[in-house]
């Protein structure tokens, strides 16, 4: 393939790179010598922080939640830049950039699919047509339904029940009931989100009511590169209890059994072809019921991974996620083998009730890192999503059981004063 270069290299356009996973993409594009570009709104673009606005090489300012428009804007734009490929950090914005690949002929994903990775019940009618194993699910519009639904439906959903929206991502809005006594706020909590800030970007007000899958959660993550899947090392993921089940910690390696492990890796990179995933990265979610060794696939998002997950994986084993994805888009062999095999975990500091963030101390210990992400003064939420989240903590260690250990010695010492 023949690029059309600049002074750095060849172009990249990133819609939205503002998601949690830009600064990582900002660090690929100077690793590869990659010119980034962003399309985004011109207001959102005015607050971005000083380390994005000035990686950028341009930027095509449209409105992202008209098609036509932003299709337009965005092919003269990769025209005029002689744009090479297209990635989208955003998750909501991943069906937009499949149907910008195909409009200005770059590598891209298959836009008759790629909804899927956007919509969960598109996503759940993907994963039927293609017998990849998933929770069963139902659609409600409003309490009333879900009650009469979960009450009903011959095969029985069952109690609990996970709740979530249509269209949302970083745990917002996701609850599990133990029964119908709290369904109908579920579902209310649920259809709260109407809108994608900060573009506007209206969202499907349904409700999906997913049967819950019991068991130890993992995530894996998938890049493919011309329709050929290069899946990565899978990675345990820590959850709280109880009604919202907020991410707490991931660990890479995961732990499982070599056989285990290859069969999450092989379902994940079905999961991510499923949904259309051609040229670009997968973060793929599983649950493995007890005594099984059958990952069951919860959700698939055609994006980087977010909870500094690319910091992880790069610190066990060498891998750069963001490169990989970079080189997929442009429509190259991504580099996935480890070069080392190390462990890392990552553990987040979460608050036992919202109110104002007093005080926050994060000791250092070697082979760990801190970073906090609320100051003292600011709202700190209700810990019922991943807002919620005061800081974390990386440690790398040479087995999964020590990095994980050490983490969470960093965080048993931290200092967390919410008044």
């Not at 937009?96 to 790629?114: H, M, Q």
Request: aromatic share 4%.
């Amino acid at each position: 393939m023949t690029f059309s270069t600049g002074p750095r290299g060849p172009g990249v356009l990133v819609i939205e790179p503002m998601g949690n996973a830009g600064r990582f993409l900002v660090e690929a594009a100077d690793r590869l010598g990659v010119r980034l570009y962003a399309a985004t709104h011109k207001d959102v673009h005015d607050g971005y922080p000083d380390w994005l606005r000035t990686a950028l090489a341009g930027v095509c300012a449209t409105d992202l939640t008209d098609v036509p428009r932003a299709l337009g804007d965005m092919a003269a734009f990769c025209r005029e830049h002689a744009v090479a490929g297209i990635a989208a950090c955003f998750e909501l914005f991943t069906p937009l950039a499949a149907l910008l690949a195909r409009r200005v002929g770059l590598p891209g994903n298959d836009p008759r699919l790629a909804h899927a990775a956007r919509n969960k019940i598109r996503m759940g009618e993907a994963f039927a047509a293609d017998a990849i194993p998933a929770p069963r699910w139902a659609v409600v519009h409003d309490a009333a339904e879900a009650h009469r639904v979960a009450r009903e439906r011959p095969d029985g959903l069952g109690w609990p029940l996970v709740v979530k929206p249509a269209e949302q991502g970083g745990s917002w809005g996701v609850s599990v009931v133990d029964g119908p006594d709290r369904l109908g706020d579920a579902v209310d909590a649920a259809r709260r989100y109407t809108r994608a800030q900060p573009h506007g970007l209206a969202l499907d007000p349904r409700v999906l009511l997913q049967e819950y899958v019991a068991g130890e959660e993992y995530s894996c993550d998938t890049v493919v590169a011309s329709g050929v899947a290069y899946p990565l090392p899978v990675v345990r993921k820590d959850t709280t209890g109880g009604r919202y089940r907020v991410e707490t910690g991931h660990t890479c390696p995961s732990g499982l059994p070599a056989p285990v492990a290859a069969q999450v890796r092989h379902t994940a990179a079905r999961a991510a072809l499923a949904v259309g995933v051609r040229n670009g990265i997968a973060h793929t979610e599983v649950k493995i019921p007890p005594g099984t060794g059958t990952p069951y696939v919860i959700e698939t998002g055609a994006r980087l991974p977010g909870d500094n997950l690319c910091e992880v994986v790069e610190a066990a084993t060498g891998v750069s996620e963001a490169v990989a994805h970079l080189r997929a888009v442009l429509g190259l062999v991504p580099d996935t083998v480890p070069r080392r095999a190390d462990a890392a975990a990552i553990r987040f500091l979460l608050p036992e009730h919202g109110g104002v963030l007093r005080r926050v101390d994060i000791p250092d210990l070697p082979g760990t890192h801190g970073e906090v992400h609320l100051r003292p003064g600011d709202a700190v939420p209700e810990p019922a999503d991943s807002t919620c989240r005061i800081g974390h903590v990386v440690a790398r260690a040479k087995t999964p059981d020590r990095a994980g250990a050490l983490a969470d010695r960093v965080v048993a010492r931290s200092r967390v004063e919410v008044g």
